[in-house]
């Protein structure tokens, strides 16, 4: 069985930064993709960013290209979150998958088969 592990969350104020780790531990593990997912209260999950091992590709939400980075270490993906915003607030989760997925799912909840217990993450104004 794989293990996530996620760390980092936190207060801060706006304009400010974080940076959350994932790290996967459990049996060997090979990674095809890892992501960031976030679940304001009352709406759905929905995703941040991601990236596939194999090339190091990264993917991003519209509402954080430009501020956010994900990058990985050994069997750690991260999140660096740059200036952020009071509607960045969320509760973070990461997400792996050992399956190929094509880009066009890269962005999907289904695509990823294990997943973090979530990190709290409370931009202030």
């Known amino acids: 069985q794989v293990q996530l592990v996620e760390s980092g969350g936190g207060l801060v104020q706006a304009g400010g930064s974080l940076r959350l780790s994932c790290a996967a531990s459990g049996r060997t593990f090979g990674a095809f993709a890892m992501g960031w997912f976030r679940r304001v209260p009352g709406k759905e999950r929905e995703f941040v960013a991601a990236?596939?091992?194999?090339?190091?590709s990264t993917y991003y939400a519209d509402s954080v290209k430009g501020r956010f980075t994900i990058d990985s270490g050994k069997n750690t993906v991260y999140l660096q979150m740059n200036s952020l915003k009071p509607e960045d607030t969320a509760v973070y989760y990461c997400a792996a998958t050992e399956k190929f997925a094509p880009i066009v799912s890269i962005r999907m909840m289904w695509t990823y088969d294990y997943w973090g217990q979530g990190t709290q993450v409370t931009v202030s104004s």
């Open positions: 990236i596939r091992w194999s090339g190091g």
